[in-house]
């Protein structure tokens, strides 16, 4: 067991400090005595029941995670397992890496899940004999965007903050209650368009949280014309604080092998962030969402930003302590609208001591956005999950709606565009 998970959390010197304790299993499971039979609506029960346990405080004096077992069966599966884990445990690659890790094969039940394999591009002889001038001119990019963004990021940190709008809370505020929910779509849907364009997953999942948010904020805007929402829409400053996993390898890893001492896809917290200016726009071509979220992609990828906030964090930590670090992410989360992250999951369906899994949804309640938006791949599945601070964003299952339905629109524009392509 990773040794987070036999830790409790003190103060010394202002300062929490790790300490391992004997570990009770029957003091992190709950399994709550409940009259299933008259719950009417199961799917709302247990939307209801995971934001009341994600609004519950951690107990500090065990070790910080926590499952609780629904024995109720919902629209998409038979029973349901709810796991609560602190972020200072691991992150989101660290924690599918641990589940694949207890889990086996549906097809081979002795059989640990392989591993995420990635094809990698060849580059003929004659590519390769301007590496030296390619490399030269990619530096150059690189150095010049590095300080671009980075220039974005400090403006960010003293005084940049995204318009007032209606999912930008007040961060002195804090969180006044959470809600989480999530929806199941298509991952061929998602890949359909990704061939069609030419993209990353990644960029039609931004692409498609723009035009999703594009919506949403345009039906806020009660009483105005279709021009005066489009007049609104370019005027407002929309942003995202996008989590970006800096292991040097991109693959779900070995969770053996992540441990290992000395294993360069290390288990813990090992991510960056960038600040992604969302394209909040009424756009007549749907396809336009998709094509700005990989062009900013692309320029953010180039620089080194997101490895500067990892830095900017752990310095802060190591001289300034933890007070700091919170004070540093108020002030970038609070200046931003939403969280933003995606985590691939496995590509072929697993089973846990058992159980086959139908699905993995998870959400990371960090930070003072009162939007947090995150994907995650289950084999054919793509999991939305949004927490909301529904004294901000009241109606999240509207703005889930209206995400699921910009992605419809944006897959039909992509077949049109297929279609129109072999016509000519």
């Not at 919506?215 to 929402?229: D, E, F, V």
């Amino acid at each position: 067991m990773n040794g987070k998970f036999q830790d409790i959390s003190y103060m010394k010197n202002g300062e929490p400090v790790w300490i391992p304790v004997t570990i009770r299993v029957e003091d992190h499971i709950t399994i709550p005595d409940l009259d299933y039979t008259n719950i009417e609506n199961p799917d709302q029960f247990l939307e209801d029941y995971s934001s009341t346990i994600s609004n519950i405080p951690m107990d500090m004096s065990k070790p910080l995670w926590e499952f609780h077992l629904l024995n109720i069966k919902t629209s998409k599966a038979e029973s349901v397992l709810l796991a609560k884990i602190h972020h200072s445990i691991g992150d989101g690659m660290s924690l599918m890496s641990l589940l694949l890790a207890c889990s086996r094969k549906i097809s081979d039940p002795d059989a640990l899940i392989s591993t995420i394999s990635f094809t990698k591009k060849t580059v003929d002889s004659m590519a390769s004999a301007w590496w030296l001038i390619a490399g030269f001119w990619f530096m150059i990019r690189v150095t010049f965007t590095t300080i671009v963004e980075f220039s974005k990021l400090m403006l960010t940190l003293c005084f940049l903050r995204d318009t007032k709008n209606p999912l930008l809370g007040n961060p002195d505020d804090g969180i006044q209650s959470w809600k989480v929910i999530h929806r199941i779509i298509s991952f061929d849907d998602v890949k359909l368009v990704k061939n069609a364009m030419n993209m990353k997953v990644n960029d039609v999942l931004l692409g498609m949280t723009q035009a999703g948010l594009s919506r949403y904020l345009s039906a806020q805007y009660h009483g105005c014309t279709m021009s005066q929402k489009k007049k609104i829409l370019g005027k407002i400053r929309v942003r995202g604080a996008v989590a970006i996993n800096l292991r040097p390898a991109a693959n779900i890893e070995d969770l053996a092998d992540m441990m290992t001492k000395g294993s360069k896809c290390r288990w813990g917290n090992f991510i960056g962030a960038i600040i992604f200016p969302l394209w909040i726009k009424s756009e007549n071509d749907p396809l336009e969402y998709i094509r700005r979220a990989k062009t900013t992609m692309d320029r953010k990828k180039i620089s080194l930003e997101a490895f500067i906030f990892y830095g900017i964090i752990k310095f802060t930590l190591k001289f300034f302590g933890g007070k700091a670090v919170e004070a540093f992410g108020k002030r970038i989360f609070g200046h931003t609208s939403l969280a933003f992250s995606n985590v691939r999951g496995p590509d072929e369906e697993i089973s846990l001591y058992g159980h086959p899994i139908t699905y993995v949804a998870g959400s990371a309640l960090v930070g003072s956005q009162a939007l947090n938006i995150h994907f995650i791949s289950y084999v054919n599945k793509i999991i939305i999950n949004l927490a909301v601070d529904t004294t901000t964003i009241p109606d999240p299952h509207q703005l889930c709606d209206d995400i699921v339905e910009s992605l419809k629109t944006i897959k039909s524009a992509a077949q049109k565009r297929g279609s129109h392509k072999m016509e000519v």
